[in-house]
């Protein structure tokens, strides 16, 4: 006996749909290729949706670390330095132009002195912007609103990267199941139609 070609592997939506909803009255329309088509149209609605939760974990951070950034911004205060010695480069290798210099400030709580970054070539004596905490301490300043909304955008990106990955893969492993599955069972299902389908008894 012939066995008869395989179907196309591009096949039409509508025909999809029909298989997909059990519409399809083709005897040759197995189980399995119902399973493909539920398979090939659930594809891109789970996509869709996994983006969309990627957008919604971005929105979500960026609110979070807002917040977090204004509670920041709330305990630090802007405080001019004076440097009162030579600036010392951060790394000599790159030949970049941070650099490094001791200082002195004044603050409310008193007199406070320490180590702040300034440029390449910078002065004894110059003036140099720092950030305190409530306590007189050199902290970091708050993030601005374009870095946490980059950071909030990458970290969006990064979980629909990882989620679509993830669900295209197994749509992979799920689609090859079916394909053996298929192989396997196409010629005794081709011994049950083929005396329908030919008029043969």
Do not use: K
């Amino acid at each position: 006996m012939t066995a008869p070609q395989r179907p196309a592997a591009h096949t039409p939506f509508r025909t999809q749909v029909r298989r997909a909803s059990g519409l399809d009255r083709n005897p040759l329309c197995r189980p399995v290729d119902r399973a493909r088509s539920r398979a090939a149209l659930a594809l891109p609605l789970v996509l869709a949706l996994l983006v969309a939760v990627g957008a919604v974990v971005a929105v979500l951070a960026f609110r979070v670390e807002t917040h977090a950034e204004q509670e920041t911004a709330r305990h630090r205060h802007a405080v001019t330095a004076t440097t009162v010695g030579p600036a010392v480069t951060d790394d000599l290798r790159t030949g970049g132009t941070r650099a490094h210099a001791p200082a002195r400030w004044a603050y409310p709580v008193g007199p406070g002195s320490g180590t702040v970054q300034v440029s390449t070539g910078t002065p004894v004596g110059s003036a140099a912007a720092i950030q305190l905490d409530d306590s007189g301490v050199p902290a970091a300043g708050a993030r601005t609103d374009a870095a946490v909304l980059s950071d909030a955008g990458i970290l969006g990106v990064g979980a629909a990267t990882g989620l679509v990955s993830l669900a295209v893969v197994g749509h992979a492993v799920h689609r090859r199941t079916l394909d053996r599955r298929a192989e396997r069972s196409w010629e005794p299902d081709w011994e049950r139609v083929e005396p329908l389908w030919s008029q043969r008894r």
